[in-house]
């Protein structure tokens, strides 16, 4: 009789417990988890290789598949990073960061499972693709960065003040 009530007692505290769980008002699913608790929101890191471009704390250059230049006032960047951070959240993370830097939001999608996220600045524009990863990275970041307009150099600036 004592292994019957302590079988008893063992399954209800499990019930109970797994109930706790379930983030309440009947609906287990994860979206109404995820609305109900908010997920933890992501950090800049300090030393970023290009400095306008910020990245989240727990990701790193992917160095044998980026590339950056600059020559004559312009510049292009196509840096890949591997990192931790959800991707939902880096998206959150890029779009409270890059207004920091001086950059506009001009186009916000998400199509087919990857958040596309296109800034605009002065003479520059920025593409940031975030993807799903795999069992060691929780997404991957890929950045594009170049230079839309035309680009004056320093003798031509003092030349047309001089008019």
Known sequence: MTLRVLT????????TLAGCGGGGGGDSSGAARSQARPRGELVATSGAIISDLPIPVGFRLDEGRSR????????????????????????????????????????????????????????????????DGNLFNKSYIKVQLWTTGKIVGPGARAAGKSR
């Not at 008893?8 to 019930?15: K, R, W």
Request: with cysteine; net charge positive; aromatic share 14%.
């Open 68 to 131: 950056n230049f600059a020559a004559a006032g312009a510049r292009y960047v196509d840096h890949f990073y591997k990192g931790s951070g959800e991707k939902f959240a880096v998206g959150r993370f890029y779009k409270r960061h890059m207004p920091n830097a001086r950059w506009v939001l001009v186009t916000d999608m998400f199509v087919q499972g990857e958040i596309v996220l296109d800034f605009e600045k002065e003479t520059e524009r920025c593409r940031i693709v975030i993807i």
């Open 8 to 15: 008893v007692i063992a399954i209800v505290t499990i019930l």
